[in-house]
């Protein structure tokens, strides 16, 4: 059976409409076909309606405003709209418990509304990060209990999601994708499909297992790396050397087809997918009698991150002839990663938390995070003005390094704060030039292996 027309024309349905399918579903509207975007949350269906982007990601405020009204991009919490779909895409959350079980609630929940208006000819394709064998064992099954039989009516694939906030636009059109069918024919659609719709690189392999290993692989592989950078700072900071420096002559080694790629350390590592991805991996070993030592002491070395943060913090200040007991704070971003407002598993906030519990009085400033959804999480309302927010302050701790955090101007900022003011770098990476003017205006200056 053949799972994808020869039009150019093809509908596509995208359920769920968060980060991940807004991204990927505003990409093909924009390459001309058409998009119903399904969600069950009807406040965001509503938004996106009148032209509302809650998601702060550069660019797609842009893209959907330019698309409002077009009949390319439609939303809806009906899932009518399946019935007139060619491809069916899935990009519903898929979170993990306290023991790394993935939960699916919500994926269950999808394929149960999507079985019944399966029709022959569809492809469906997850891309919702879960455990392998899960679309085989579990998806499968519950989008054949409506009747129609995966292979003779409908195709099914798993393509993983591996964008990376701040850049997801961009790299849609050019990343490679992923494919794995639950058979050949829909290995072979999903490639198509991928190949029509975005032009990019596909890799095929013959089972979806392969690829949902390939997701898990690749944010194990990241978290494990940021570990070791994190271990490689605490070992500089030791020594007395910048990290920066030694990562700098590391990754000049050339191994296999590449370089050692040493990324670099920060304050801790956050973010809806490498906080859970490797304990889903985990978890899933475990169950088959395999126990994967390097997740349980990469994610060790990063949940102790915020800590050791507000421990240099406290030694920087010490240093200067102050104490972090009743000394103000300034923490200069608050999202988990640079240049996004995404609060989702920051570091950020066990870091205030330890600052708070020190003693510190902390304000919060952070231009691209939402300060009703900070002040939920934190419990402080983030001051919307810079110059407020550093008034006073005995430590400016820069903990998302937004591109703004680095052209802060430092002397300006001076006659607002508690000189000698600590500039605590978490993730700013600022340069030596900057460094040496720090000290030049009277601030004093510490970072993460610096």
């Known amino acids: 059976m053949r799972f994808l027309r020869d039009s150019p024309d093809l509908t596509v349905a995208v359920i769920g409409f968060g980060y991940v399918g807004s991204c990927l579903g505003v990409t093909l509207a924009e390459q001309g076909m058409t998009v119903i975007g399904i969600d069950s949350d009807r406040e965001l269906i509503g938004e996106l309606e009148r032209g509302h982007c809650r998601t702060a990601e550069p660019g797609l405020a842009e893209a959907l405003t330019a698309l409002r009204d077009s009949p390319r991009l439609s939303f809806t919490t009906d899932y009518t709209g399946v019935d007139a779909a060619d491809v069916v895409i899935i990009t519903v959350g898929t979170p993990v418990d306290a023991e790394g079980a993935m939960r699916t609630e919500a994926l269950e929940s999808v394929c149960r509304q999507l079985a019944p208006r399966l029709r022959t000819g569809q492809l469906v394709i997850l891309k919702s990060t879960v455990a392998p064998g899960h679309t085989r064992k579990a998806v499968l099954p519950l989008l054949e209990a409506g009747g129609a039989r995966h292979g003779t009516d409908f195709g099914l694939a798993f393509c993983p999601e ?6 997801a636009l961009a790299q849609i059109r050019k990343l490679p994708i992923i494919v794995g069918g639950c058979d050949e024919e829909s ?3 999903s490639s198509e ?13 013959a089972a979806a297992e392969v690829a949902e ?9 990241i978290d494990h790396n940021i570990a070791m950078a ?6 500089c900071d030791a020594f007395g050397v910048d990290v920066l420096d030694v990562i700098d002559g590391a990754n000049s080694l050339a191994k296999g087809d590449s370089y050692v790629n040493i990324l670099r350390p920060s304050v801790g590592v956050g973010g809806s997918c490498l906080t859970k991805d490797p304990w889903m991996a985990w978890r899933a070993a475990r169950d088959r009698g395999a126990r994967l030592e390097t997740i349980e002491t990469a994610r060790k070395v990063n949940e102790s991150m915020p800590a050791y943060a507000c421990e240099m913090i406290a030694d920087g200040l010490a240093k200067a002839g102050k104490s972090l007991d009743g000394a103000v704070v300034s923490v200069l971003g608050i ?5 996004t ?7 950020v906030l066990p870091a205030v938390a330890a600052l708070r519990a020190a003693g510190a009085k902390v304000t919060l400033f952070d231009p691209l995070a939402d300060p009703d959804e900070a002040e939920k999480m934190f419990g402080l309302r983030p001051v919307p003005v810079l110059e407020e927010a550093v008034r006073d302050a005995d430590c400016l701790a820069v903990l998302a390094g937004h591109d703004p955090f680095q052209r802060l101007d430092f002397a300006a900022l001076g006659k607002r704060v508690s000189m000698p003011c600590l500039v605590f770098d978490g993730r700013a990476y600022y340069s030596r030039q900057t460094i040496g003017e720090l000290y030049e205006i009277g601030y004093t200056y510490r970072g993460i292996g610096r």
């Open 187 to 189: 290995t072979k659609a």
């Open 213 to 221: 290993i390939v997701k898990l692989a690749d944010n194990w592989w």
């Open 341 to 347: 407002g995404d609060l989702r598993a920051t570091p």
């Open 335 to 339: 999202a988990f990663k640079n240049n």
């Open 230 to 235: 994190s271990d490689l700072a605490r070992m």
């Open 162 to 167: 591996r964008l990376s906030e701040g850049g």
């Open 193 to 205: 499909f991928w190949h029509r719709a975005l032009g990019v690189p596909v890799l095929e392999y």
